[in-house]
């Protein structure tokens, strides 16, 4: 099957081309948000294809994934016309969290009759109002980087992509109380001037091998937001054995279990675990264990992709 999918979260993508189809990426020059193409800092397999609009106008298609308002125009006009869900099957995955009032969460698909909703967490599918629209909750899985875990530096590790800009909703004005209690290093996209400024380590965009390498060598994972639908990196931290301490928002209490780390909303009792991790090697290695066991369970690659699977053969037959 020939899938149009563009090139928006790095992590979701890169399970998704995993499978066994072929993935078509969107392509532009400046390599700008509509047209990414592959990953630079994930390796992706050959079947995810770049192509630029002019190749994708004489390109056979046999389904779209839409993940934001703006790809269906973008779709239309570099398809030559064929619209999603009415000329090709379709789906929406909805990545985020909604954010406003819950009286006002509508999806901006709601009530069509010609896409299928996709969230990726169960929040997600509460809080979103998609009417009369279908829907489908398919978990994340993500690529098994292995056990890695070392725990040798005595430190936490925080990713988060653009913290000054997310701000409250990724916990960024909680990272100096946490720093107050141990030393963090923070990665991500962006994350150079927020470091800087709260005296962290850390590196800013290091490629994803790269990054979870140096993830496993901190002693315990530390998830400090408070509205996102569920990280991506905080699943990854559980595969490589990191224990975690986590603020209990969103999907975070369903997908870590007590024994994987400390889950509360009390920054007092966060920090009381990043220090009992921090100077307790071994319970820290037991609960990273148990994160990992977890994560496999929950999170693996052949659960995800099955499941898509499943859901692009029921849209286009």
Not at 257 to 263: I, K, L, N, R, S
Request: net charge negative; glycine share 8%.
């Amino acid at each position: 099957m020939r899938v149009l999918v563009w090139h928006v979260h790095g992590s979701w993508t890169t399970a998704l081309v995993q499978g066994d189809h072929t993935y078509l990426l969107p392509v532009l020059p400046d390599r700008g948000p509509d047209g990414r193409g592959r990953a630079r800092t994930w390796d992706w397999p050959c079947a995810a294809e770049e192509l630029t609009p002019a190749e994708l106008a004489t390109t056979d298609v046999d389904a779209v994934i839409l993940q934001r308002p703006e790809e269906e125009e973008l779709a239309r006009r570099w398809l030559g016309g064929r619209r999603p869900g009415r000329d090709l099957p379709a789906v929406w995955v909805e990545h985020n969290a909604p954010q406003g009032r819950i009286a006002d969460l509508r999806h901006p698909a709601a009530d069509r009759d010609d896409v299928v909703v996709v969230h990726v967490t169960h929040t997600n599918d509460l809080f979103w109002d998609c009417g009369s629209a279908r829907t489908r909750v398919i978990e994340h899985g993500v690529v098994d980087p292995g056990h890695r875990y070392t725990g040798e530096l005595a430190r936490a590790a925080v990713v988060v992509n653009e913290p000054a800009r997310r701000g409250r909703v990724v916990g960024t004005d909680l990272l100096e109380r946490f720093a107050a209690a141990v030393d963090i290093d923070l990665f991500g996209m962006g994350t150079a001037d927020v470091a800087h400024r709260l005296g962290l380590g850390g590196a800013d965009d290091l490629p994803q091998p790269a990054l979870h390498q140096a993830m496993a060598r901190r002693r315990v994972y530390l998830h400090p937001i408070r509205w996102t639908s569920l990280g991506l990196s905080l699943i990854e931290a559980m595969h490589l054995g990191m224990p975690v301490v986590a603020m209990a928002t969103t999907e975070v209490p369903d997908a870590v279990p007590a024994e994987a780390g400390v889950v509360t909303n009390r920054v007092d009792r966060a920090v009381d675990g990043l220090r009992r991790f921090v100077a307790e090697p071994e319970a820290a290695r037991r609960a990273g264990d148990e994160a990992r066991r977890v994560a496999l369970d929950r999170f693996g690659l052949k659960r995800f992709l099955d499941d898509w699977d499943l859901l692009l053969e029921e849209v286009t037959t």
